[in-house]
C-alpha cells in the first residue's frame, strides 16, 4: 500500500509553522482530554488537536474498515491492534482530508468546530495501556562507557553484549505522560567506604535519553518473530526518559538487574510518530563488531536518523541543552530487539513498549546521561545560570526533544517535559 501521507510535497489547509515537529506529512497517534472533558483518540498537524472520533463519527472514514467506536476509547491499544493496513488506511486519509486542495471539511464551518481543537483546549494522556514494558541496553557507546568508569576499561563490555540485545522487563504501571511530575526515589544505598547499607532519598537522581516502540499483538505464546518480519508489529516510537537513581542501582542490581532505581518512574512523549512516517529517515545500522547469530542478521536500513537533545531547567532559570545525540548510534536496531524479544517463544501484545536503552553518540558532548557527562560526578556541567549539576537537583525539569530532517522536511516527536520534585512527604491527618 502506498504511503501517499508521506508524500513531501503536500500541504495542509491548517497553519503549519516553518521548523514544526508535526507537519501533514507527520500525522502521529495520540490520547486527549477535549475541552468537554471527553477523552478522544487524535491526531495533530502544526499546533491543531484533530479529534478523530469526531472525524470519524461525521462519515469522514466511512469506507475503511473500522468499528464505530475505534476512536471513543481512552488509549490507542485496539487501534494499533487492527494492524499496519489499518493505520496506513487511516494516515493516507488523513493526509487527504487537510490537504490544502481538499475542500471537503475546510469549508464546512460546523464540522470543523467539532474536531479541531487549539493545544491549551486539550490535556495530553497517556497514549497506551501499557500491558508489559522492556528496556534494552542497546548504546555501544553508553554500554562502553558505563563499564569503563565500573570495570576494567579494556574489557568494558560484558562478554554477551556484542551477542545478544541485553534488556530487562520493567515497570509499566510507572510510566507517564510527559508534564506529570516524579518525586526523588527512596531505597537502600551502600554509602562509600560502608558495609552496612542505609535508608534515604536517593542522592544520584539521573536521566536517561531513549526512545522507546510500540507493539501491536505480533505472536502467540511459543511463536518467534523472524526479523525479516518484526518492523511489520512496530507501530511507532516516542521520546523516552527512563528515570534512574544511580545509588540505588549500585546496590542492588546484583545479582538480578534493576528494580526500584528504576521504577519509581519512566516519562514518555505523548504523541506516538508512526514507522510509516519515520520511512524518509532510514539510515544504515552501525556494523556488527562480531559475527551475528543466523537469526539476529538482518539487511537492509534499519535505523533512523533521529536528531535528538536533552535540556535541564532550573525552577528559575532558563533551560540549558547539556547533550545532542542521535538515534542512529543505537548498535542493536528495533527489528533485532524485538525479534530477540520472542525467540524464546514470548507473546507481545498491542501496547506493549520497548525502550531502547541510553543513546550516547560518539563525542562527550553527545551522552545520553549525567553519569556520563558528568563522569560519575568528577566533571560537573555547568548551566547557563552558572549553577552546577552532577546529576539532577531537586525541582529541575529535564526536557528531550527529537526530530529527523531531510529535503526540507521535518518530522518531529514533540518533546517529553518532566520535574522534579523532593521526596514525597504525606500530609499527616490532624
Given at each position: 500500500m502506498p504511503l501517499s501521507a508521506n508524500n513531501p510535497d503536500r500541504k495542509s489547509w491548517l497553519h503549519v509553522d516553518k521548523n514544526s515537529d508535526f507537519p501533514i506529512q507527520n500525522i502521529p497517534f495520540g490520547v486527549f482530554l477535549t475541552r468537554d472533558d471527553i477523552i478522544t483518540i487524535g491526531t495533530r498537524i502544526g499546533d491543531t488537536a484533530i479529534d478523530l472520533g469526531a472525524l470519524h463519527q461525521l462519515g469522514y472514514f466511512k469506507d475503511i474498515p473500522l468499528t464505530d467506536d475505534i476512536f471513543l476509547q481512552d488509549t490507542l491499544n485496539d487501534f494499533i491492534a487492527d494492524g499496519r493496513k489499518t493505520w496506513r488506511l487511516v494516515r493516507n486519509r488523513i493526509a487527504e482530508i487537510f490537504d490544502d486542495e481538499n475542500e471537503?471539511?475546510?469549508?464546512?464551518?460546523?464540522?470543523?468546530?467539532?474536531?479541531?481543537?487549539?493545544?491549551?483546549?486539550?490535556?495530553?494522556?497517556?497514549?497506551?495501556?501499557?500491558?508489559?514494558?522492556?528496556?534494552?541496553?542497546?548504546?555501544?557507546?553508553?554500554?562502553?562507557?558505563?563499564?569503563?568508569?565500573?570495570?576494567?576499561?579494556?574489557?568494558?563490555?560484558?562478554?554477551?553484549?556484542?551477542?545478544?540485545?541485553?534488556?530487562?522487563?520493567?515497570?509499566?504501571?510507572?510510566?507517564?505522560?510527559?508534564?506529570?511530575?516524579?518525586?526523588?526515589?527512596?531505597?537502600?544505598?551502600?554509602?562509600?567506604?560502608?558495609?552496612?547499607?542505609?535508608?534515604?532519598?536517593?542522592?544520584?537522581?539521573?536521566?536517561?535519553?531513549?526512545?522507546?516502540?510500540?507493539?501491536?499483538?505480533?505472536?502467540?505464546?511459543?511463536?518467534?518473530?523472524?526479523?525479516?518480519?518484526?518492523?511489520?508489529?512496530?507501530?511507532?516510537?516516542?521520546?523516552?526518559?527512563?528515570?534512574?537513581?544511580?545509588?540505588?542501582?549500585?546496590?542492588?542490581?546484583?545479582?538480578?538487574?534493576?528494580?526500584?532505581?528504576?521504577?519509581?518512574?519512566?516519562?514518555?512523549?505523548?504523541?506516538?510518530?508512526?514507522?510509516?512516517?519515520?520511512?524518509?529517515?532510514?539510515?544504515?545500522?552501525?556494523?556488527?563488531?562480531?559475527?551475528?547469530?543466523?537469526?539476529?542478521?538482518?539487511?537492509?536500513?534499519?535505523?533512523?536518523?533521529?536528531?535528538?537533545?536533552?535540556?535541564?531547567?532550573?525552577?528559575?532559570?532558563?533551560?540549558?541543552?547539556?547533550?545532542?545525540?542521535?538515534?542512529?548510534?543505537?548498535?542493536?536496531?528495533?527489528?533485532?530487539?524485538?525479534?530477540?524479544?520472542?525467540?524464546?517463544?514470548?507473546p507481545v501484545n498491542s501496547g506493549d513498549m520497548m525502550g531502547s536503552g541510553t543513546i550516547s553518540g560518539p563525542t562527550p558532548d553527545s551522552y545520553g546521561s549525567m553519569l556520563e557527562l558528568s563522569w560519575r560526578g568528577e566533571k560537573p556541567v555547568t548551566l547557563n545560570d552558572g549553577s552546577e549539576r552532577k546529576f539532577i537537583n531537586d525541582n529541575d525539569t529535564v526536557i528531550m526533544r527529537g526530530y529527523c530532517e531531510k529535503d526540507g522536511t521535518r518530522i518531529g516527536f514533540g518533546e517529553v517535559s518532566t520535574k522534579l520534585l523532593p521526596v514525597f512527604n504525606p500530609k499527616k491527618s490532624k
Open positions: 471537503k471539511l475546510k469549508g464546512n464551518l460546523k464540522h470543523k468546530e467539532a474536531v479541531l481543537f487549539r493545544l491549551d483546549e486539550i490535556e495530553m494522556q497517556l497514549p497506551v495501556q501499557i500491558g508489559d514494558y522492556t528496556d534494552f541496553y542497546s548504546s555501544i557507546e553508553h554500554a562502553t562507557n558505563v563499564g569503563t568508569m565500573f570495570r576494567d576499561p579494556d574489557n568494558a563490555l560484558l562478554p554477551n553484549w556484542l551477542h545478544i540485545p541485553v534488556g530487562y522487563h520493567g515497570r509499566s504501571s510507572s510510566v507517564i505522560p510527559s508534564g506529570i511530575p516524579v518525586h526523588r526515589p527512596k531505597g537502600q544505598t551502600l554509602p562509600a567506604g560502608e558495609i552496612q547499607p542505609v535508608f534515604g532519598p536517593s542522592k544520584l537522581v539521573d536521566f536517561e535519553l531513549e526512545m522507546a516502540f510500540i507493539t501491536t499483538d505480533a505472536n502467540d505464546l511459543g511463536e518467534p518473530i523472524p526479523i525479516e518480519e518484526a518492523e511489520e508489529y512496530i507501530f511507532g516510537l516516542v521520546l523516552f526518559n527512563d528515570w534512574s537513581a544511580r545509588d540505588i542501582q549500585k546496590w542492588e542490581y546484583v545479582p538480578l538487574g534493576p528494580f526500584l532505581a528504576k521504577s519509581f518512574a519512566s516519562s514518555i512523549s505523548p504523541w506516538i510518530v508512526t514507522l510509516d512516517a519515520l520511512e524518509p529517515y532510514r539510515v544504515e545500522s552501525p556494523k556488527p563488531l562480531k559475527k551475528q547469530l543466523e537469526y539476529l542478521q538482518q539487511t537492509g536500513k534499519r535505523s533512523f536518523d533521529i536528531n535528538l537533545e536533552v535540556s535541564i531547567q532550573p525552577e528559575k532559570a532558563k533551560e540549558t541543552v547539556v547533550s545532542r545525540s542521535n538515534f542512529k548510534h543505537m548498535y542493536w536496531s528495533m527489528a533485532q530487539q524485538l525479534t530477540h524479544h520472542t525467540v524464546n517463544g514470548c
